[in-house]
Each structure stands twice: as structure tokens, then as C-alpha cells.
């Protein structure tokens, strides 16, 4: 799909109140399927190592910040999962010529979908009061509704719960980057090829809005059938096997299981 006559540079972009150390195994994975290939894990303002920041309560204003973070000699691959998503629409549409393609992961955007697919209604009672919990409980909740495969996962939920402890997501960025992802909308289709990816058993996303974006955008199109929202989490290795098919034969929109 993209040719790989130079080493590739991969930057990752997680999604609300998440961090680099969330990629978990993943990058290392990636790694190993692209030897040769630079990978940054940037971390938005208000997250990981920038928690002492204010995040901007726009998708504009954290691109324009993780793009500071980012060695921009060539131009990237973006991998970017939920909100990371929306800040790559974002990234590729406004500044093109740094992109050269990328994998969107279990995203959504107005206007292409629902407010009530963006958010599954089944998920409001989880989803809505986390940003009034304490640290130790939100992770717990973050890691039940995002993940399928780790849900009563004791040791990772302590990993996180101390990183929280370590770089703690101030109240105020926690409000600002919900607001962003609430307000954000694509207005213009990014040129770049793209994939996009989603988890047909996602419970914080409806797996539509994915399908939804790469039926409007006729972009190569993976769906998962078990895994979670946090698909790099739940299906590390298989995620990276797909990204490696695209980018080596590319593929074309179907379902892999």
C-alpha cells in the first residue's frame, strides 16, 4: 500500500487520559514486524510525562502540541487509537505533506456518525461519571469498558493505577480532552491512504462509526470479532500483523477475524 524503500517513523496517539506506557506490549510488537522503523509514543499536554500541562479542550490544539514532540524530517505513519484518531484526521487534513498515511483504531467523528454509536448508550452510566472519580477508580472503570480480554486483569490494573499515581491527569484536562473529542468534526476528507480498524465488540464505541468513516472515505476497512475497545491491548499481535499486510500488499475492505 506504502512503499518501504526508506525505514519507516511511526507515531502512536492514544486517547483520553491515556499515556505512552498504555501501548503496553504494542510498540514492541511493531518493532519487530519493522526492524528498521523509528517509533514515538508523544504524549498529548495533560498526559504520561506532560501531566503538569493543561490539555487543550480542542483536537487542533493537542495536534499542534504532540507535533512540537515529533521528529518531522519525513513525513510519518500515524497509528492512533480513539480520540489519538481524531487528532490524526485532524494532523493529516491540516497539515498533509507530514503525513503518509495512517491506521485509525476504534475512532468516531462527528458528523459521520451518531452521538449515540460515538458513545454506545450502554455505556453512559460508566462512561459519564469518570471524570468526577478518584484516579484509582476511574482506572478501574477505564479498564472494564475498554477491554475484553483484561477486564479482571489485577496486576496491569495496578500497573496503571500507580502510573496515575506517578503522572496524575489533572481535573482540568481531564474536562478539557472529553470536551474536545465531544466537539471535534471532520470537515475535510484526508487524501493520504488510509485503514481503518475496529472492534465489533468495542462496548464504548459502536464498531459503526468505524465502518461508518471508511465507507464515506472508501479507505481499506479490518474488523476484529471479539477484541475491546483498546484493540492494541486485547489483540496486540494480530493489530500489528494487519498493519504489516497493509502497509506491505495492502488489503482491500473486508472482515478479518
Not at 511493531?30 to 479542550?57: H, K, M, V, W, Y
Amino acid at each position: 500500500m506504502v512503499p518501504m524503500n526508506r525505514p519507516a517513523h511511526f507515531v502512536l496517539l492514544r486517547g483520553l487520559w491515556r499515556e505512552a506506557r498504555h501501548w503496553g506490549e504494542f510498540p514492541g510488537h511493531l518493532q519487530q514486524q519493522f526492524p528498521g522503523a523509528l517509533i514515538s509514543t508523544p504524549d498529548i499536554p495533560g498526559n504520561g510525562l506532560r501531566n503538569q500541562e493543561i490539555s487543550p479542550d480542542t483536537i487542533a490544539g493537542m495536534t499542534d502540541a504532540l507535533r512540537q514532540q515529533v521528529n518531522l524530517s519525513q513525513p510519518v505513519r500515524l497509528i492512533a487509537l480513539s480520540m489519538g484518531g481524531m487528532i490524526a484526521i485532524d494532523w493529516m487534513t491540516r497539515y498533509p505533506a507530514e503525513i503518509e498515511a495512517a491506521v485509525l483504531i476504534n475512532t468516531s467523528a462527528r458528523p459521520l456518525s451518531p452521538f449515540y454509536h460515538r458513545l454506545r448508550w450502554t455505556a453512559y452510566p460508566f462512561a459519564l461519571p469518570m471524570i468526577f472519580r478518584s484516579a484509582t477508580q476511574r482506572e478501574a472503570d477505564i479498564l472494564r469498558l475498554t477491554s475484553n480480554r483484561h477486564p479482571h486483569d489485577t496486576k496491569l490494573l495496578e500497573s496503571w493505577q500507580q502510573w496515575q499515581r506517578q503522572n496524575p491527569v489533572l481535573p482540568v484536562s481531564a474536562r478539557n480532552q472529553l470536551l474536545a473529542a465531544m466537539k471535534f468534526s471532520v470537515i475535510v476528507k484526508p487524501q493520504q491512504p488510509l485503514l481503518v480498524v475496529t472492534s465489533r465488540a468495542d462496548r464504548l464505541v459502536d464498531y459503526r462509526c468505524s465502518r461508518k468513516l471508511a465507507q464515506i472515505w472508501n479507505a481499506d476497512y479490518v474488523e476484529h470479532e471479539s477484541a475491546g475497545h483498546d484493540l492494541p491491548l486485547d489483540e496486540s499481535e494480530w493489530l500489528v500483523q494487519i498493519i504489516r499486510r497493509w502497509f506491505d500488499l495492502g488489503i482491500d475492505i473486508q472482515i478479518w477475524k
